[in-house]
Nanobody, 127 residues
Framework: VQVVESGGGLVQAGGSLNLSCTTS????????MAWFRQAPGKEREGVSC????????YYSDSVKGRFTISRNNAKNTLYLQMNNLKSEDTGMYYC?????????????????????WGEGTLVAISS
């Protein structure tokens, strides 16, 4: 199983980034996918979650209206479009895959139902 994030970088506040996450070998027929982030000295927090066909999406209050999660199952790729970035969005962003019901049952907990994680991509926002 491989989970690989990309697209992070350094941008000014108010700017945009589009993160990608490609997967291979997932052992689920209909995997749920999610984005998490972790700032230095803080716990990992859920950013967004999407069910297997994209019909249901979930966002943390801190990113609602600014971030958009999407997926292309034909390409085994998950995306996170991030607009109007703020300094508090700085952190390592992780992609994770889990059971078909993870979003509705366990999100935003990172501790149950997500079995496969990437190494992360760093997002830094300058003010």
């Amino acid at each position: 199983v491989q989970v690989v994030e990309s697209g992070g970088g350094l941008v000014q506040a108010g700017g945009s980034l589009n993160l990608s996450c490609t997967t291979s070998g997932l052992p689920y027929e209909h995997p749920t996918m999610a984005w998490f982030r972790q700032a230095p000295g803080k716990e990992r927090e859920g950013v967004s979650c999407i069910n297997w066909n994209g019909a249901y999406t979930y966002y943390s209050d801190s990113v609602k209206g600014r971030f958009t999660i999407s997926r292309n199952n034909a390409k085994n790729t998950l995306y996170l479009q991030m607009n109007n970035l703020k300094s508090e969005d700085t952190g390592m962003y992780y992609c994770a895959a889990g059971r078909f019901d993870y979003c509705s049952v366990s999100w935003p907990s990172p501790n149950y139902g997500l079995d496969h994680w990437g190494e992360g991509t760093l997002v830094a926002i300058s003010s």
